[in-house]
């Protein structure tokens, strides 16, 4: 890499690139970088200046972050809420349910942490969990998802009726962009934490998974809660368009002085329909 010496002497661009070939390093890939970094700093503070419209206006937000697993939810999630102020955000990651709250209406553990009037709830999966994996790993029997697929719609329209802003995002992944995140998990001490048996199991199944996901789409998708389909073989690409898609949902003070576009790509960012080109068929 660069030393801190070397940059400041660096006054034209020609002499930056002439330092990277002298210590093969690819420019581009450093400029990309650089660009990432500029973009994710100015997207961040206008999600700060979002929740404080947020608090403000006492809205209650929930942004629900769904996906196969390894698709960069938490590390979108990470980078969404690292600056925003803990007191009027949540992050919420549920365990599995306790035997008392298995006994209980499914939705009840979720109801519990919807947002409180002024605050923002990312959560880290959700009540979903129900559409895709639990069917797909036997976590749950064919009555208790069948349940969940008629009550789901008629529950998110409560909170529709309610004021409650739901954001359904869905982190779509290749099956051999997984496996290679898979395999450098297995290669990361610090990040080793994240693998579990039930990933693999993901691979192996991977034609379930892709049956209950469109189960799910096909019967969840609504005019008040649609799914917002993310391409994320590209980590950073991902991170950048969803946070973009949520300020574009909000006319919130200064947003016309944001320094970066707040439109979505549309080849990244899709709305769910039924022939949409998917990369985790």
Same mark, same amino acid.
Request: charged share 30%; proline share 4%.
């Given at each position: ?16 690139? $002439?330092?990277?070939?002298?210590? $093969?390093? *690819? ?11 500029? @973009? ?25 972050? @769904? ?17 925003? $102020? ?29 947002? $409180? ?11 979903? %969990? ?10 749950? /029997? %064919? #009555?208790?998802?069948? %349940? ?83 391409? /994320? ?7 950048? @368009? ?8 909000? *006319?919130?003070?200064? #947003?016309?002085?944001?320094?970066? /576009?707040?439109?979505?790509?549309? %080849? ?14």
């Amino acid at each position: 890499m660069f030393t801190l010496e070397e940059l400041n002497q660096v006054k034209k661009r020609k002499h930056l690139i $002439n330092i990277a070939d002298q210590k $093969n390093i *690819d420019i581009k890939k450093i400029l990309q970088k650089l660009r990432y970094e500029e @973009e994710l700093r100015f997207l961040q503070g206008e999600l700060v200046n979002l929740q404080q419209w947020i608090a403000k206006k006492k809205l209650r937000v929930a942004i629900i972050f @769904e996906g196969r697993d390894a698709a960069g939810k938490g590390g979108s999630i990470k980078r969404f809420t690292e600056h925003l $102020n803990p007191r009027s955000m949540r992050i919420v990651a549920l365990s599995k349910p306790t035997e008392v709250e298995k006994g209980q209406w499914y939705f009840r553990r979720y109801i519990k942490e919807l947002p $409180n009037p002024g605050e923002i709830v990312f959560f880290d999966r959700s009540w979903y %969990n129900r559409a895709v994996v639990e069917p797909v790993m036997g976590f749950c /029997t %064919n #009555k208790q998802y069948k %349940n969940f697929m008629v009550q789901v719609p008629e529950f998110e329209h409560m909170l529709y009726e309610d004021g409650v802003i739901v954001i359904k995002f869905w982190f779509s992944i290749s099956k051999e962009e997984q496996k290679k995140r898979f395999d450098a998990r297995l290669q990361n001490p610090l990040k080793i934490w994240k693998f579990s048996p039930v990933d693999m199991k993901g691979q192996q199944l991977w034609n379930k998974y892709t049956k209950y996901k469109e189960q799910m789409f096909s019967k969840t998708h609504t005019t008040f809660s649609p799914w917002v389909i993310v391409k /994320t073989n590209s980590k950073k690409t991902a991170r950048l @368009e969803s946070m973009r898609y949520v300020l574009s949902r909000f *006319d919130y003070t200064g #947003k016309s002085k944001a320094k970066t /576009t707040l439109l979505p790509d549309p %080849n990244v960012i899709l709305r769910y329909y039924r022939y949409i080109e998917q990369i985790d068929i």
